[in-house]
């Protein structure tokens, strides 16, 4: 399994930290209502990740890379041009191309 330890206060491009990943077996919702596996509170440039049990290793893997991004491109004063219109379906294909291209985030050590 990913080891979310090893991302607790990892500090990211653009001045943000990982603060906190956290696991529930509740059901979580986006913004709108619609199910979701992860939510990100952003506080200041801190990310606090709430991730739900379960998910297969790519997909925990592409969660993180689709959190990250999409909090980081949100919570930056000035985004890159290239994410300035995402929507959802843009960062899950983005966070798809990222688990291809990177690879899973490290495991357990």
């Known amino acids: 399994m990913i080891n979310p330890v090893?991302?607790?206060n990892?500090?990211?491009?653009?001045?943000?930290?990982?603060?906190?990943i956290q696991f529930t077996r509740e059901p979580i919702s986006d913004a709108l209502g619609r199910e979701a596996a992860a939510?990100?509170?952003?506080?200041?440039a801190q990310f606090r990740l709430l991730i739900q049990s379960g998910l297969?290793?790519?997909e925990l893997s592409i969660t993180l890379y689709h959190e990250i991004l999409e909090?980081?491109?949100l919570a930056s004063l000035s985004p890159p041009t290239s994410v300035v219109h995402f929507n959802e379906g843009d960062f899950e294909q983005a966070a798809r191309s990222m688990h291809e291209?990177?690879?899973?985030?490290?495991?357990?050590?």
């Open 6 to 8: 090893l991302f607790t």
């Open 10 to 20: 990892l500090r990211l491009r653009g001045g943000f930290t990982i603060a906190e």
């Open 39 to 44: 939510q990100t509170r952003i506080m200041g």
């Open 56 to 58: 297969s290793e790519d």
């Open 71 to 73: 909090a980081a491109s």
């Open 101 to 109: 291209t990177l690879g899973r985030p490290p495991k357990k050590t």
